[in-house]
């Protein structure tokens, strides 16, 4: 597994303590289609929380959210919508996040939470 790899499935699972120590139930991890895949899919019990999780090292390069693109928010807005067919969801109300974790060699990790980034 490429180091990249690590880092990222190391910020999903550090995303998804995150969440659930805020009381969020965890539904979904990194659920695939055809479409792509979505990080994340929670619930606060009054709606569907769907999360992109970006994990970078350092800001070097910029903020992980930056990532976090047109074409990547509309992919999401895709696979979610795939998502509630598969899982056989009618109407519910549907929250976009982004979890920006950071994890810094030597550093404490640090995860911003965008809540309905879009």
């Known amino acids: 597994m490429a180091a990249k790899d690590v880092l990222g ?4 699972d550090l995303a998804a303590r995150y969440l659930e ?3 969020l139930v965890i539904l979904s ?15 606060d019990s009054d709606r569907l929380v769907v999360c992109e999780v970006k994990t ?3 800001t070097w390069f910029g903020e992980p959210a930056e990532a ?14 795939a998502w509630l067919q ?3 969801v009618r109407w519910v109300p549907v929250r ?3 979890l920006a ?15 309905a980034a879009f």
């Open 56 to 58: 970078r090292s350092s």
């Open 101 to 115: 974790v950071v994890a810094e060699p030597g550093a404490p990790v640090v995860v911003h939470h965008y809540e």
């Open 21 to 23: 120590q805020r009381g």
């Open 9 to 12: 499935r190391r910020g999903e």
């Open 86 to 88: 598969a899982h056989q």
């Open 96 to 98: 976009f996040d982004v």
């Open 68 to 81: 976090v693109d047109a074409r990547k928010v509309s992919r999401i807005r895709l696979v979610t919508n």
């Open 29 to 43: 991890r990194n659920w695939r289609c055809r479409h792509g895949e979505i990080d994340l899919v929670a619930t």
